[in-house]
C-alpha cells in the first residue's frame, strides 16, 4: 500500500480557487424573504424565501438597501440586504428581545411571530416618526402590513400552566403554618407572595376581596384554604387537564390548552376626519383592535344550580380595543353581579332601593352556577348534584360559612366539579363594604383523573372603579 503525503500547499490550492464563489454566498436569515424584480418596495414580487435558502450575493444596493442576488435554481432578484447572513443562521441563536441594542424588530418577529413582536415593531415605527399623531395618518409600511397578515393564517397557542392542585395547595399552606410564617403567604406585590403558585391564588380569587390589612387578609386566605376540605376523587369523566378550560380562558390560552389552531384578525384605525395634537383615542400605529377565534369550535357549558346543563359551540370569540396611548373607559360595559354565574337575592340588598333595577342587569340565565370549556362530549340530562353545608370562623378565615356543591355529569356515581360558595360580608364598592351575610364567592374545582384542581372562582362584582 502506497502512501501519498499531501503537502499544505496542495490542500490550500483548491480552497483559494473557490474563495471568490463562498465570498458571495449568503444565507437567508429571516421567514418569507421577499425577493422582488427591482430594488424597490414597489417591485413586483419574483420568489418568497425561506431562513436558510443559500444565494450568491451579485451586488449591494446599499443606498436602498437591497442586494441583487440569485437562488440555487436560477431565481434573481432583490432582497433587503439585513436578510441575508454570512453563515447559516440558528433559530435560538437569533435575538428575540424587540428593543434591546441591535437587534431588528423586524427580524425578531420573523424569527418566532408573537403578538409582543408584533406590538414591538409597532412601537418602533412610532419612535421613527416621532411627530406623528395618534389617530394617523399612517404611512404606508409594507413590514407592518405582512406581520399583521400573518396571525389571521393562523398559529398554536402556548400551552397555559397546570391547574394549581388543590391538595399541594393545602400541604404548602399547612407547612407554612407549622413555621409560622402564615404572613409569607402574601397578595400579589410583596417578596413573600411567591410563597403561593400565581395560578393558585389568581384561581382563588380573594386577593383583593377581603376587608382589613394586608396582615389580616393573608391570614384569612391562608386560614380558608386550610379550613375546606373536599370530597375524595377517584378519576371519571375528565382524564387531561387538555379537556377542560376556564371560562376566562383567552383564545390563546384555549388553543394552547386544547391543540387548536386559533386566527387573529387585526382591524385597522379608522382614518380621521379632522388631525388633532391633542386626540386620546386607542390603537397601535395604523391598528385598533384584534378579534381572535378558534379554528374549530369546542363546548361552552353553562351549569346550573339543580345540574342542569346549557352546551353551546364556541370557537372562543375574543375582541380587543388597543387601549395603548390612551386611557380606556374604566367602567364601560360593567354590569354588577358574578361574572359567571346568576346570583341569588342576598348580595343584591347591597344596593338598597336600585337593587331590582340592578337585578334585572345581570345577563345570566336564573340559577345558573359557573361556566367552563370542554372537548367532553356530555351525556344529555341533568347532572346529579350532592350538597353539603358547613359553618366557618369569620376572624380566621373572612367567612361565616359555606356550601359545597357536587356535580356528577357522566352519571358514574362521582363528582366531576365541585363549587364552594362562602357567605359572609362581601368587599362591596370603593365607598363602602358590604354589611350583610351572603352568598358571594364561588369557588370551583376539576376532577382530573382523580385529583382536584382549581379550574377557577367568581366573585359578586358591587362596584367598579378603582
Same mark, same amino acid.
Given at each position: ?9 496542495? &490542500? ?59 437562488? @440555487? ?11 441575508? =447572513? ?49 389617530? %394617523? ?22 400551552? +397555559?400552566?397546570?391547574? =394549581? ?21 402574601? &397578595? ?57 378550560? +376556564? ?17 387573529? &384578525? ?40 339543580? %345540574?342542569? @346543563? ?23 360595559? #360593567? ?5 359567571? %354565574? ?5 348580595? #343584591? ?17 336564573? %340559577? ?13 340530562? +341533568? ?70 384542581? &382549581? ?12
Amino acid at each position: 500500500m502506497r502512501i501519498v503525503a499531501l503537502s499544505t500547499m496542495a &490542500l490550500l490550492a483548491p480552497l483559494a480557487h473557490a474563495a471568490p464563489e463562498a465570498a458571495a454566498q449568503r444565507w437567508v436569515d429571516g421567514v418569507d424573504v421577499i425577493v422582488r424584480a427591482a430594488p424597490q418596495s414597489s417591485a413586483a414580487v419574483v420568489a418568497r424565501l425561506a431562513r436558510n435558502t443559500v444565494v450568491t450575493l451579485v451586488s449591494e444596493e446599499s443606498a436602498v438597501g437591497y442586494c441583487d442576488i440569485r437562488t @440555487l435554481d436560477g431565481a434573481a432578484g432583490y432582497a433587503a440586504c439585513r436578510y441575508l =447572513a454570512r453563515a447559516p443562521v440558528s433559530a435560538a441563536g437569533v435575538p428575540g428581545q424587540p428593543g434591546q441594542a441591535g437587534v431588528d424588530p423586524e427580524r425578531a418577529f420573523w424569527t418566532q411571530p408573537t403578538w409582543s413582536k408584533l406590538e414591538a415593531y409597532a412601537e418602533y415605527l412610532k419612535q421613527r416618526h416621532p411627530k406623528l399623531p395618534q389617530q %394617523g395618518p399612517f404611512p404606508r409600511d409594507e413590514a407592518l402590513e405582512r406581520m399583521t397578515a400573518h396571525p389571521a393564517l393562523g398559529t398554536h397557542g402556548s400551552k +397555559p400552566a397546570p391547574f =394549581a392542585d388543590w391538595s399541594d395547595l393545602k400541604r404548602k399552606v399547612e407547612r407554612l403554618r407549622a413555621r409560622g410564617k402564615v404572613n409569607e403567604v402574601a &397578595l400579589p406585590g410583596g417578596e413573600a407572595s411567591r410563597q403561593l403558585p400565581d395560578d393558585a391564588r389568581f384561581a382563588i380569587g380573594l386577593e383583593y376581596a377581603y376587608h382589613g390589612d394586608e396582615g389580616m387578609k393573608q391570614r384569612q386566605l391562608t386560614g380558608l384554604i386550610g379550613a375546606l376540605e373536599f370530597a375524595g376523587a377517584t378519576p371519571s369523566l375528565f382524564r387531561s387537564e387538555a379537556q377542560v378550560a +376556564p371560562p376566562n380562558s383567552t383564545t390563546a390560552q384555549a388553543s394552547g390548552r386544547f391543540g387548536i389552531v386559533f386566527r387573529q &384578525l387585526l382591524h385597522p384605525s379608522p382614518k380621521p376626519a379632522t388631525v388633532s395634537d391633542n386626540d386620546y383615542s386607542p390603537g397601535l400605529y395604523d391598528m385598533l383592535s384584534h378579534t381572535d377565534a378558534l379554528v374549530r369550535s369546542v363546548s361552552r357549558i353553562q351549569l346550573s344550580r339543580d %345540574g342542569w @346543563l346549557r352546551v353551546e359551540p364556541s370557537v372562543v370569540r375574543k375582541s380587543e380595543t388597543l387601549w395603548r396611548y390612551a386611557d380606556e373607559p374604566e367602567c364601560e360595559g #360593567w354590569v354588577p353581579g358574578f361574572a359567571f %354565574g346568576a346570583a341569588d337575592a342576598g348580595p #343584591w340588598r347591597f344596593f338598597g332601593r336600585q337593587a331590582t333595577a340592578h337585578k334585572n342587569q345581570d345577563p345570566h340565565p336564573p %340559577g345558573s352556577l359557573f361556566a367552563f370549556y370542554t372537548t367532553v362530549e356530555l351525556p344529555p340530562g +341533568p347532572a346529579a348534584v350532592r350538597e353539603a353545608s358547613m359553618t366557618l370562623d369569620r376572624a380566621r378565615t373572612g367567612f361565616i360559612g359555606g356550601t359545597h356543591l357536587y356535580f356528577d355529569l357522566d352519571a358514574d356515581g362521582i363528582a366531576d366539579l365541585a363549587v364552594w360558595e362562602g357567605e359572609g360580608k362581601g368587599p362591596g364598592d370603593i365607598e363602602r363594604p358590604g354589611s350583610t351575610d351572603d352568598r358571594w364567592y364561588r369557588l370551583v374545582l376539576v376532577n382530573i383523573n382523580g385529583s382536584w384542581k &382549581l379550574l377557577g372562582s367568581d366573585t359578586f362584582g358591587y362596584g367598579c372603579g378603582c
